[in-house]
Each structure stands twice: as structure tokens, then as C-alpha cells.
């Protein structure tokens, strides 16, 4: 047994009283008469950049724009013709150390708070937290209103051990003497291209 279920069992062990989960069908949650204009208001209240991407744009000429000194820039998306390094071919995630752009791709997005759905869709996830920049391709028709919607929808890629997490924004803290900084943990400015329907 490994040393979490030993910890876990411990725990199992000393539950005097046990409570049903609530029901959450009576839950009124938030909903928007835009769920994407809500979407691109709390994008840019938490730091992060909305561009919308036209159709027939071309998306690397505009990340090239976007980031036009950045000389490292990790993708496995096909669509991307510019990416230096494959987070799915390199030999450790210590690899991407150095990455000025990481661009991956986004299932859907939440209205109420700006997060946005990334399954694991690569082999080494690093690339979603150690990149200067981040850049997460987003279809906007793919925009829920609030959590619960969101929770709905979550589905895991078996091929990754199931791992996925939500993004809203570059990552800040204000921890310390109430000075913020940006990138303190991941990305220091993160931009959502919504694409096309």
C-alpha cells in the first residue's frame, strides 16, 4: 500500500459521522444573456488577452506578430508550422525550460470566471506552466456559462493518465507585501485566440 492510501485509510478510519453529498440539481447558477462577451471581460479583469482570429487568418503569421522576439516556441498542434520544440518528442519536460511561447489547444471556456478546459493533450504537460507565454487556441462557440456547466463537460484523454486542469490567465500572486507579480508560478501573460465557429 503506498504511503497516500495509508494516509487516506487513517482518515477513513477516524470518520465518526458521515453525511450524504448535497444535491445540486436545485442550484441556480449564473448564467449570461452573452456567455462570450462575459467570456473576454473576465479574460482581460484577470490579466489575459483575448484576439479574435478571422477566418481564413493566418494563426502563425499572428503569433508572430503577437510575440515577434520569441525564438523558442513549444506546440504539438499541426497547425502550428513555427513551433522549435514538440513537448511530445523532447526527452524530459526539463527540456522546455527556456520556452518564450507555449500554445496548446483549450476545450472549452467558462463565462463566469475565465477558465479554460485543457486535458492533458500532450506527453509532457510542462509546456502549460513553464512557458514565458502562454497562447491557448479556443473555438468560440465552445464558451459555458459558469462552473457547473463546465464540470458537465469535463472529459479526460485515457492516452495521458487522465490528467487535466483549468487556466484562467497569466499566473500572479501578491503573497508577499501585497506587490504583485506576475508569472510567479507559471506563464507571465497568457493569450486566448478564439477561433472561428
Same mark, same amino acid.
Given at each position: 500500500?503506498?504511503?497516500? &492510501?495509508?494516509?487516506?485509510?487513517? !482518515?477513513?478510519?477516524?470518520?465518526?459521522?458521515?453525511? *450524504?453529498?448535497?444535491?445540486? *440539481?436545485?442550484?441556480?447558477?449564473?448564467? !449570461?444573456? +452573452?456567455?462570450?462577451? /462575459?467570456?473576454?471581460t473576465?479574460?482581460?479583469?484577470?490579466?489575459?488577452?483575448?484576439?479574435?482570429?478571422?477566418?481564413?487568418?493566418?494563426?502563425?503569421?499572428? %503569433?508572430?506578430?503577437?510575440?515577434?522576439?520569441?525564438? &523558442? %516556441?513549444?506546440?504539438?498542434?499541426?497547425?502550428?508550422?513555427? =513551433?522549435? @520544440?514538440?513537448? +511530445?518528442?523532447?526527452? $524530459?519536460a /526539463?527540456?522546455?525550460?527556456?520556452? +518564450?511561447?507555449?500554445?496548446? @489547444?483549450?476545450?472549452?471556456?467558462?463565462?463566469?470566471?475565465?477558465?479554460?478546459? %485543457?486535458?492533458? /493533450?500532450?506527453? &509532457?504537460?510542462?509546456?502549460?506552466?513553464?512557458? &514565458?507565454?502562454?497562447?491557448?487556441?479556443?473555438?468560440? $462557440?465552445?464558451?459555458?456559462?459558469?462552473?457547473?456547466?463546465?464540470?458537465?463537460?469535463?472529459?479526460?484523454? /485515457?492516452?495521458?493518465?487522465?490528467?487535466?486542469?483549468?487556466i484562467?490567465?497569466?499566473?500572479?500572486?501578491?503573497?508577499? =507585501?501585497?506587490?504583485?507579480?506576475?508569472?510567479?508560478?507559471?506563464?507571465? $501573460?497568457?493569450?486566448?485566440?478564439?477561433?472561428p465557429?
Amino acid at each position: 500500500m503506498s504511503s497516500k &492510501e495509508v494516509i487516506l485509510s487513517k !482518515y477513513r478510519r477516524n470518520i465518526k459521522q458521515k453525511f *450524504d453529498m448535497p444535491s445540486l *440539481d436545485d442550484i441556480k447558477a449564473v448564467t !449570461y444573456p +452573452d456567455p462570450l462577451l /462575459q467570456f473576454t471581460t473576465m479574460t482581460e479583469c484577470v490579466g489575459g488577452h483575448v484576439v479574435e482570429v478571422k477566418e481564413g487568418q493566418n494563426i502563425n503569421q499572428m %503569433i508572430k506578430e503577437l510575440y515577434p522576439d520569441a525564438k &523558442e %516556441i513549444a506546440s504539438n498542434l499541426p497547425e502550428i508550422t513555427i =513551433a522549435t @520544440r514538440n513537448p +511530445d518528442t523532447i526527452e $524530459s519536460a /526539463q527540456a522546455l525550460n527556456g520556452t +518564450d511561447v507555449g500554445i496548446i @489547444r483549450g476545450k472549452f471556456g467558462v463565462a463566469e470566471n475565465a477558465c479554460i478546459w %485543457i486535458p492533458q /493533450q500532450m506527453k &509532457e504537460k510542462a509546456v502549460c506552466f513553464i512557458s &514565458e507565454n502562454l497562447i491557448i487556441l479556443l473555438p468560440k $462557440s465552445q464558451i459555458v456559462n459558469n462552473m457547473h456547466e463546465a464540470y458537465k463537460r469535463i472529459e479526460f484523454d /485515457q492516452t495521458y493518465d487522465g490528467y487535466g486542469t483549468f487556466i484562467s490567465g497569466p499566473s500572479k500572486t501578491a503573497d508577499i =507585501a501585497q506587490v504583485l507579480v506576475m508569472g510567479a508560478q507559471a506563464a507571465r $501573460s497568457v493569450t486566448v485566440l478564439l477561433l472561428p465557429e
